[in-house]
């Protein structure tokens, strides 16, 4: 199971903050500093400003786009932020999806299929329009210094607080923009956009829809497009989508009465799952949504955890399902609740003997202590 895009669901979701203490500063050369504080006489962009950069990119994107002659039946509108730190833009029209299916159907007869033919048509790599900072006016200078700043943030040590500038500093992010919170960013702006009528100035086909996409599918439908997508329209567009919400809701009725040792059980084929053949992807729902079906059993479903966590901390050796049992049990004491002062101390002492099993459990260690904090 991928715990990165769980990590991402609690952001999107709002359940947890993607304010982190610090900056990442950038000067003259190019090079990437993090810093606890903020760099006087330097321009600052605060998660709210790179919200508004990106709302405003859209605009300009949109005003442009409405005076071609390629304004003409446009049915979908997106905002793409991805675990590569790139933010892009896309617009399609129905002549030109047609187009595309023509092109399509003529080589391969399987996208006479209704299921191949949906697929297409929402399949932004397939989109005619594209659009990137070049194309966002005057704020595409803070998506591309976005991109400079996450990119080069990656050989960045933040346990060293005050590095060094080598040359002059010229920009600085709140550290929670490049820490993932750009997808929150990406999200908010696009909800602007929704609420104000940005879209009103677009010729529109039946059943436009605009929305933010992250590029993984079970996250994507399950969770982000339906926070800009109305849901009668969402399904109408997607009906295969609500069969499949349909038949997830039938089986998560029938595992209602399951204590949460069995509720462990039975969602153990999806922690050791590599390629998604198990609920809850098989109803395309993001990795995110077994611990919001666990969250319900609260302060007993930390207990459990902290218990299995302290056993696995005191094994000797670990192979990969310890590593995979070690993050699951970890990422689900986010959606327990408030933990008792006992349990928070429990998790310190885990993460301690995490520390000192080895560099690799280092990051295991951290997220204990984020939760406990």
Request: charge should be negative; aromatic fraction near 14%.
């Amino acid at each position: 199971m991928n715990l990165y895009y769980s990590m991402i669901g609690r952001l999107l979701d709002g359940r947890t903050s993607i304010r982190n203490e610090g900056y990442y500063i950038m000067d003259d050369q190019n090079e990437v500093v993090f810093s606890k504080k903020a760099p006087i006489y330097t321009e600052i962009v605060t998660i709210e400003r790179f919200t508004d950069a990106l709302a405003e990119g859209c605009r300009h994107v949109l005003r442009s786009f409405a005076e071609t002659s390629d304004n003409k039946q446009v049915y979908a509108f997106s905002l793409c932020a991805d675990e590569y730190s790139s933010i892009y833009v896309y617009m399609n029209t129905i002549s030109c999806f047609e187009k595309t299916l023509e092109k399509y159907q003529s080589k391969n007869a399987d996208y006479k299929k209704q299921d191949r033919i949906q697929s297409l048509k929402y399949n932004c790599g397939d989109f005619d329009f594209q659009f990137w900072q070049d194309h966002m006016g005057q704020n595409g200078r803070y998506v591309s210094l976005f991109e400079s700043i996450a990119y080069r943030s990656e050989d960045v040590d933040k346990g060293e607080f005050e590095q060094a500038i080598a040359g002059t500093a010229v920009v600085a992010f709140e550290a929670g923009i490049i820490e993932n919170g750009y997808y929150v960013c990406a999200l908010e702006a696009m909800q602007r956009l929704v609420d104000e009528g940005a879209f009103d100035i677009l010729n529109k086909a039946d059943d436009f829809i605009a929305y933010t996409f992250t590029r993984n599918d079970y996250l994507d439908y399950g969770l982000v497009m339906r926070k800009t997508i109305e849901r009668d329209l969402f399904y109408r567009v997607f009906p295969d989508i609500q069969k499949s919400d349909e038949q997830f809701n039938e089986e998560m009725n029938r595992n209602r009465q399951l204590s949460v040792i069995d509720s462990i059980a039975y969602w153990s084929d999806a922690i050791h799952s590599d390629y998604s053949l198990e609920p809850p992807f098989t109803y395309v729902k993001p990795a995110m949504e077994v611990f919001v079906q666990l969250e319900h059993f609260g302060n007993e479903l930390a207990k459990e955890c902290l218990e299995r966590l302290t056993a696995l901390a005191s094994l000797n050796s670990f192979d990969r399902k310890d590593y995979e049992r070690l993050g699951f049990y970890i990422e689900a004491l986010y959606f327990c609740g408030p933990l008792t002062s006992e349990q928070t101390k429990q998790c310190i002492e885990i993460g301690l003997k995490l520390t000192e099993a080895g560099d690799i459990l280092i990051e295991y260690a951290k997220e204990l202590e984020a939760i406990a904090s």
